[in-house]
């Protein structure tokens, strides 16, 4: 197949070709940020894609968070406080 992914939101073979991860669109989001703010030659590009991308990461009950309401997400935003 010459995929290195396996999950069907990144392959999207189950859904039919539809791209339905949120954390696949915004990680394509920040990286159309950082092309953009590179096309304006700014320095701080980087940061621009990369701070976006982290802080609508951090809010919970969401389809992108990195802690999730579940053990694994609770065990994150523990480790993530101290």
Same mark, same amino acid.
């Given at each position: 197949? +010459? =995929?290195?992914?396996?999950?069907?939101?990144?392959?999207? %073979?189950?859904? +039919?070709?539809?791209?339905?991860? *949120? !954390?696949?669109?915004? *990680? #394509?989001?920040?990286?159309?940020?950082?092309?953009?703010? #590179?096309?304006? !030659?700014?320095?701080?590009?980087?940061?621009? *894609?990369? @701070? #976006?991308?982290?802080?609508?990461?951090?809010?919970?009950?969401?389809?992108?968070?990195?802690?999730? %309401?579940? %053990? @694994?997400?609770?065990?994150? =935003?523990?480790? =993530?406080?101290?």
């Amino acid at each position: 197949r +010459g =995929f290195a992914f396996t999950s069907d939101n990144y392959t999207c %073979d189950v859904e +039919g070709g539809i791209m339905t991860s *949120g !954390r696949t669109w915004l *990680g #394509l989001l920040g990286m159309m940020i950082i092309a953009v703010a #590179l096309g304006y !030659r700014s320095k701080l590009s980087f940061i621009y *894609g990369i @701070a #976006l991308v982290t802080i609508v990461s951090w809010f919970r009950n969401t389809a992108v968070t990195y802690f999730p %309401d579940d %053990d @694994a997400g609770n065990a994150r =935003f523990d480790y =993530f406080k101290k």
